[in-house]
């Protein structure tokens, strides 16, 4: 069976390092669906609107043609526990697929594109199919995981030397994005590898690019501080 892309889905992420681990966790991580040229017809937004969560298949477009393992090490279990990839959410699949349950905020039908929340994939990666999320059929109330059971809590103060914030501000304002907003709830979790979580002292400077902003900050105990942000 040979799939193709339906769509291109833009979020902040221009880089892998920082994005959400899972949908939903960051709501103030928006994406814009732009369908292929075969799919931009009007009829195929029709009756989206019934439903308020979908289903993204979509593709780790960067993994593409690297090398595969049969085991990976889970951040959850401190990265130091091998398991089979099939018993994770990791992106280094034999297929290369990533499913990701994200909010309906928006239907564009002049310009033919959907906008969602929660998003939780690079910018630029293929979407296959869109599916709507069905609550009695989706929701298992009654589903466990061994470890992966706890509800992420961003437990991080997240802070702003004036320089940046001056500048993020000016880039929302001019862009119309909410950048600021996206920083205090994505750095709010730990986005650091396993490794550094458990160090008593971290001076490593981490930095992402979001948009197209370059954005460094270090990390004291529970306090994040944002300490540069450059536009370009």
Known sequence: ????????????FSEKFAI????????????????????????????????????????FHQHEGKTKSQTVRPPRLGGNTAVGVFATRSPFRPNNLGLSVVKLQHIDKKRLTLKFSG????????VYDI?????????????TST????????????LFLPKVLRTLQAYDADQGTQLLALLQALLAYDARPAY???????TKRYATRLYTVDVAWRINGKTVTVIDAAVG
Request: aromatic content about 10%.
């Open 1 to 12: 069976m040979n799939i193709e892309a339906i769509a291109t889905i833009v979020t902040p």
């Open 20 to 59: 959400p681990r899972q949908a939903q966790i960051v709501n103030q991580a928006i994406g814009t669906l732009q369908f292929s040229p075969a799919y931009q017809h009007p009829e195929y937004l029709n009756g989206l609107s019934a439903h308020s969560h979908y289903w993204l298949i979509w593709g």
């Open 119 to 126: 998003v939780d994939m690079l910018s630029g990666s293929p």
């Open 131 to 143: 599916k709507p999320y069905i609550p009695y059929a989706d929701c298992c109330t009654s589903a």
């Open 147 to 158: 470890w992966a059971n706890d509800v992420p809590t961003p437990d991080f103060s997240v």
């Open 196 to 202: 550094k979580k458990t160090q008593a002292t971290d």
